[in-house]
């Protein structure tokens, strides 16, 4: 079963601007997690998130998370068509070790 | 250095038929995760293992089989073959159960 659901499903912008991807998750979770996968390709992991943390940043991404409504953003400032891919958010359920359990995911296109 | 390496990339079977597929996780990472990708989907959990003991199942059918040896590579095997286990199958290695994982570039399975 899913846990995380993505919101939008697909999203299409333009080169430089900025793209804010939702996640919402139904149990307590030990921490959440993003990932990007290439057409059909490996899964890159890009940032990670403890349930006790508000707010991460790396590189252009930030990362937020709000435990009392269960969901999470992705934010990719000043994109790039090379972020053009699939976006996931994953969740590590409380005392599920690193078991984690993905969402359907976002078609991002950034058009040049 | 090499990150997660799994073979073979791609393979077709026909239903019925039996598969195994093979996963070297990063030198160093004691446990491996197998992932089942079905197109359109995000990733479903199907076993980790760590030190060479199963630490966790998902929801998959007996016929879902893995199995961890002393370098800490491992093989997933799928006996009984469905139409709907064609799929991307990924591994993920990790130095701990609660780690970072790093996934490799799957294995693509069409069962015909």
């Known amino acids: 079963s899913q846990q995380g659901e993505e919101d939008p499903q697909a999203l299409s912008i333009q080169e430089g601007e900025n793209a804010t991807m939702n996640c919402s998750y139904k149990t307590s979770i030990n921490n959440l997690q993003w990932y990007r996968q290439n057409s059909g390709r490996g899964l890159v992991h890009l940032i990670l998130?403890?349930?006790?943390?508000r707010e991460k940043h790396s590189g252009r991404l930030r990362v937020t998370l709000d435990t009392s409504k269960k969901s999470s953003s992705l934010l990719i400032t000043a994109s790039r068509a090379a972020d053009t891919a699939s976006y996931f958010c994953a969740t590590v359920p409380t005392g599920a070790n690193s078991k984690l359990t993905f969402g359907k995911g976002i078609t991002l296109s950034v058009r040049p | 250095d090499a990150g997660v390496t799994q073979s073979p990339t791609h393979l077709i079977k026909t239903r019925g038929q039996q598969v195994t597929l093979r996963c070297s996780p990063i030198?160093?990472?004691?446990?491996v995760s197998w992932y089942q990708q079905v197109l359109g989907q995000g990733p479903q959990f199907i076993f980790q293992y760590y030190e060479k003991e199963e630490r966790g199942r998902g929801n998959f059918p007996d016929r879902f089989s893995a199995r961890q040896f002393p370098n800490y590579s491992s093989e997933l095997n799928v006996n009984a073959l469905l139409l709907g286990d064609s799929a991307l199958y990924l591994c993920?290695?990790?130095?701990?159960?609660?780690?970072?994982?790093?996934f490799g570039e799957g294995s693509r399975l069409t069962v015909l």
């Open positions: 998130i403890r349930s006790n943390e």
């Open positions: 030198s160093g990472h004691k446990s």
């Open positions: 993920a290695s990790s130095l701990a159960p609660n780690g970072e994982l790093f």
